[in-house]
């Protein structure tokens, strides 16, 4: 499938960029030294209407479409890595479950105020044995007359603990493996729901991420999501619209990390010529414009076919595990071209390197994008 941008989503970009240029990019030095979140951020992003992209304008969303999410998540992620992430968690993860399996009654409560950008989402799912193997956790919710009785904890949730609304995964069925997890909707400050520690994270430092405490938190039997039993596939659908988030993401940080080595390249000269135009570094700018080019590729089609309502799970899958992957290989060379200035704090090149990898590993690792990707051709290993 082909995929070309409108005028309306170069529109959007130039919208996007011109706002993290100006209120991002001088404020990420500082965020990522401090672990800082940027608050007035995410509300300039609620004010331009960004922080429901891809949702109906009926549930206060911006009514536009999946490539439009993808360009908004690169645009800032060009800058800052933890700005990219903030906007895709909150949007593919915190929001998307509760726009796609939501009664009417939970879109009106938590829906709308999300896609308006009054309240900050996110999702919970990986626990501390249940990370690669999602199908392995071990929270628990009890039907207790009109509420659940959730205890457990989840870790490294992104958007947490500033996050107000979060999907929760836990057993209602033990025994029955996936089949027994449900899906629910949780709101901060409910009592029993705590945080732990805001981890001190290598990169994407802006975006925060902490673990989530469950005792004993009663959760009202109305904020089930779906039915019981059906929270693994809602979990495994999210993520695949999830991991387009971070193809984006992925490309945005080596996007910007690409612009500075080209940059620098045209004016630092050794042996009386910019280096830009010594073989060893022109072949690294067009192997690493060709890299950009092909995730970019795959990132929009992905969004099409999301968009197009056609199936797109391994489409995502690809996206992600080739964009972070290159991703990696680009800040790399980027970070090469600078030499030993590259290496310094307070580079952006620097800042680049470290925000990528994460890439790599969150929203399933690379190696089970290749599992899925995988499963999608040759089916299931057999039992
Ligand atoms: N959509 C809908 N249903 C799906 C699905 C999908 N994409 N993928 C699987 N399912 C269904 C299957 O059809 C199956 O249903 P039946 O039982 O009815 O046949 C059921 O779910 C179980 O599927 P599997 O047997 O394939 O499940 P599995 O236990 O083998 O796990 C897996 C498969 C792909 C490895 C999965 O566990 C997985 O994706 N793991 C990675 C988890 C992950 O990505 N975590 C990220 C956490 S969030 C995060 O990282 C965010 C952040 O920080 C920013």
């Given at each position: ?297 795959l990132i929009y089609s992905a969004a099409e076919l999301k968009g197009h309502h056609e199936p797109y799970g391994m489409e995502s899958a690809m996206a992600k595990q080739y964009a972070s992957d290159i991703a990696l290989e680009v800040v ?44 999608h051709i040759i089916g299931k290993p057999p039992k």
């Open positions: 499938m082909l995929y070309q941008t409108t005028e309306q989503h170069e529109e959007l970009r130039n919208k996007i960029r011109a706002f993290a240029e100006e209120e991002v990019k001088p404020i990420a030095f500082m965020l990522d030294k401090n672990n800082d979140f940027p608050y007035d951020m995410v509300k300039e992003l609620a004010k331009m209407g960004m922080m429901g992209i891809p949702y109906e304008k009926k549930y206060g969303g911006a009514g536009l479409d999946v490539i439009s999410y993808a360009i908004a998540v690169e645009e800032l992620a060009r800058v800052d890595g933890g700005a990219g992430v903030i906007l895709s968690a909150h949007t593919s993860l915190g929001t998307y479950p509760i726009y796609a399996f939501g009664n009417e009654k939970q879109k009106k409560k938590y829906l709308v105020p999300l896609c308006k950008g009054e309240k900050l989402g996110a999702f919970g799912l990986t626990e501390t044995n249940a990370g690669s193997d999602a199908g392995g956790t071990e929270t628990t919710a009890v039907l207790e007359g009109d509420h659940y009785v959730l205890n457990g904890g989840k870790i490294f949730i992104t958007n947490a603990p500033i996050a107000d609304t979060y999907v929760i995964f836990a057993v209602t069925t033990p025994g029955i493996g996936t089949k027994g997890i449900s899906a629910f909707i949780v709101e901060k400050g409910w009592e029993g729901f705590d945080f732990g520690d805001h981890y001190d994270k290598m990169g994407i430092r802006s975006s925060s991420t902490a673990e989530l405490v469950f005792n004993d938190v009663k959760v009202p039997k109305e904020n089930l999501l779906g039915n019981e039993g059906q929270g693994f596939k809602i979990a495994m659908a999210t993520l695949d619209g999830g991991r387009i988030g971070i193809a984006a993401q992925a490309l945005g940080i080596a996007q910007g990390a690409f612009e500075h080595a080209v940059e620098y390249s045209k004016e630092r000269v050794q042996f009386g010529i910019p280096i830009a135009h010594q073989q060893i570094n022109s072949f690294k700018i067009a192997d690493m414009a060709t890299k950009l080019r092909c995730a970019r590729f790399n060379d980027a970070l090469q071209i600078y030499g030993g200035t590259g290496y310094l704090k307070g580079m952006e090149v620097e800042r680049a390197y470290r925000d990528a990898k994460i890439c790599t590993i969150y929203e399933g690792t690379n190696e089970i994008q290749r599992v899925v990707i995988a499963s």
